[in-house]
Structures are given as structure tokens and as C-alpha cells.
């Protein structure tokens, strides 16, 4: 009984102490994120030649409205060129596309790999440009976005992420997608850039030097579904700094179904669990050798599991324990060697670090469908932990349908 007790009480220290780093983690960027402000500082402007990438496989019902959007920019017209990278698309969507001042690269392999599609389109186009912008196919630009970031290139930096944000918001789903979003944006973005350290990539609302991208994205391992973060691993393991900047918004189309939110949260499981096992090590040889901070703090970012996941366990961890401390005492102090109030500090420091990460305009739309929506969620995040084999090596489409204009 002894043995099965030491047993117990290492299980219960263990998941207390990586709980309490993952909450600690999220609470000290959160708070910094909350002392962001945006860079404004005046410097002679360069006006750069921007490629806007935007790869899509199968997208016929949004491409055309992003295409069009990804046209109208404040940035002058002859310094930006937008290619649509077209992947299995209708030949009335291509029809369509044909009819704007785009450029249109119709694959003619069905690749279903938007590293493999960015690589294919650069191995293609002229190297005059100095920048490329990658839009996902359900991405539309603020007016803003290619000023905004070509500014942020003018003050020294070549990676530069800009804000990502909802789309839509026409479910309940949708609506925690797109809070889950700011928050990360708030935790990973603002808080890490004010204490100095890179901003997250989001995969897309990027703009990263032409000549880089084009020699990484040639390089990158591209058999799985998360060459984004082989990118972004890349990228500041050889010492970039990645900017991010909250004044370019790229409208995202957020998650409206269960089962899609089911697929792409097993995907970004498996892809954080994929890296940090893969580079662990090396980031903490980098860490002792190089002082590469940047580059540990990535990989230990692929540690700290999903907030709506984190916060989800820690609270049945709070209500087991206090449950039985109330029940019996006696088992309780025999068994179990982490005091209840403890989980509940934990519980309570996670929820009030969301809680202040999420921005006000979200206060109108947060109703009780959306709050029952949260235990739901947690559910179908446990879900996805049960079918985390080979989620980071296969590619799971998610269909886009939403456009701004039938909002």
C-alpha cells in the first residue's frame, strides 16, 4: 500500500507542477500582453515589392472574394502582386479568378500541401521581390496590411506576423474560436514582443523577406501537416526576431462545426507534441551555448497544452480533491499530498489570465449558449487526444464556405 501511495502522490506532484508551469507561462506573457503598444516610431520608407501568396486546395466558395480583397490596399498597385496558387479548383472559380489583375498558377498535380504549393509557386515567379505575404484562402486583408508591414520591415525586421482575427462569428464555436484566437494573440504575440521575445506565427497574415522564405520553404521537411512551425523553428534558431503587429488585421474564417473543430485541434495536438520532442534537447543546447532564449521558449511553448484544456483539468483536479477532502478527511490526508486549495489558486490563476487576455469588444457576443459551449469543447479536446496518431504527418483539409459580404 505504501508503494501504491508514493505512486499516487508522483502522478498527482507531476501533472500539479506541469499545470502550474503551463499557468504560469500563459499568466506572465498574458500580463505583459496587456502593456503592448504599437510600434509607431517614424523611419525613412522603403517601398518593397511584395508577392502576396495565397495557396488553396479546393476553395471555390471564398477564394474569389479573398482574391478581391487582397486587391485593395492602400500600398501603391505597382509594388504588390497577388498570386492565387489554385489546387483542384472548378473551372468557374478559375473562370472567375482569370477576370482580375491576379496572377492565377493552376497546379497541375493535386498536392494538398501548402508548403509543397508555396515552394512550387516560388520555384516560378521572377526573384525582383523583396517580400512575399502569405494569406491563407480564407483570409481577407484590412486596407492596411501591406503598409503596415512594409513599416515594420523598414525599422529592421524580416519576419514580421500581422493580426489575425475573426472572420465570423455567426456560432457559438465560431465565437470561442475567435476569442481563443486574441487570447493567444494577447499571450503569444503581444506579451512575448514587449518582453522582447518573437511573436507566434499564425501560419498565414504573414510577410517574411523573399530570398529567406524562399531558401527555408525549399528546405523544410514537408511530409506532415505542420511545416509552419518547422518555419518558424527555423527561422529563429538561426536568430531572427519575429515582429508582430496589431494594426495589420487579416480577417479568419473561425471554426463553425464541431467535427472541424475536432480535426484541427488534433492536428495543432500532435504538431506541438511532434516538435517538442523533436527539438527539445537542441533548443536546450542552444539555451546554454548561444543564450538562444528565443529559440528555447518556442519549443517550450509546444509543451503548454490548449487554455481550454489546461484550464478543463485543472478544474476536475480542483473537484476531485475537494470532493474527497470533504467526504472523507481521512483518505484525503492518506492518499493525496496536493491540498485542494491549491488546484483551486491554480484553477482561479488561469481563469482571471484568460478572463483579462480577452478583448472588450467580445463582452456583447459572450451569452450562455457560448459559456455552455465551454465545457463541450473541453470534451471534444479530450476527444482529440485520443486520435493524436499520425495527426502531425497527415493532412486534413477544413473546408472554408464564409465570406465577409453575406455577413
Known sequence: ??????????????????????????????????????????????????????????????????????????????????????????????????????????????????????????????????????????????????????????????????????????TNFAILDAISEEINNNIFRKGHRVLGISAALAGSGMGLDFQMFKEIISSLDMGGACEDKELELRIIKEGGLIEYVSDAHIFDEKTQQSKAFINQRRRWIACQLHYFSNYFLDATKDLIRKRNIDYFDKVLQFAIPPRILTLGIILVFAVISCCVYFISPEVYNSWLTIDFYFWSILFLSNLITLIICVPRKFSGVITFGVLINIPYGFILMILSLLKLKGASKKWIHTPHTFNKKNE
Open 1 to 170: 500500500m505504501e508503494i501504491l501511495k508514493i505512486i499516487l502522490n508522483g502522478i498527482e506532484i507531476v501533472f500539479f507542477g506541469y499545470l502550474f508551469i503551463s499557468t504560469l507561462y500563459i499568466f506572465i506573457f498574458g500580463i505583459a500582453g496587456l502593456f503592448y503598444v504599437e510600434n509607431k516610431t517614424q523611419v525613412e520608407s522603403k517601398l518593397r515589392k511584395i508577392a502576396v501568396l495565397i495557396p488553396g486546395y479546393r476553395e471555390d466558395m471564398v477564394i474569389v472574394n479573398v482574391a478581391k480583397h487582397a486587391l485593395i490596399q492602400s500600398y501603391p498597385k505597382e509594388k504588390f502582386d497577388v498570386f492565387v496558387i489554385a489546387d483542384s479548383f472548378a473551372e468557374e472559380t478559375l473562370g472567375k479568378l482569370t477576370e482580375l489583375p491576379i496572377v492565377v498558377m493552376v497546379i497541375d498535380i493535386e498536392l494538398r500541401n501548402k508548403a509543397k504549393a508555396l515552394n512550387w509557386c516560388l520555384s516560378r515567379i521572377d526573384d525582383d521581390y523583396d517580400m512575399v505575404f502569405i494569406l491563407d484562402a480564407d483570409n481577407e486583408m484590412g486596407i492596411n496590411v501591406l503598409a503596415n508591414i512594409n513599416d515594420a520591415f523598414d525599422r529592421g525586421f524580416k519576419v514580421v506576423q500581422g493580426h489575425r482575427t475573426a472572420k465570423n462569428m455567426n
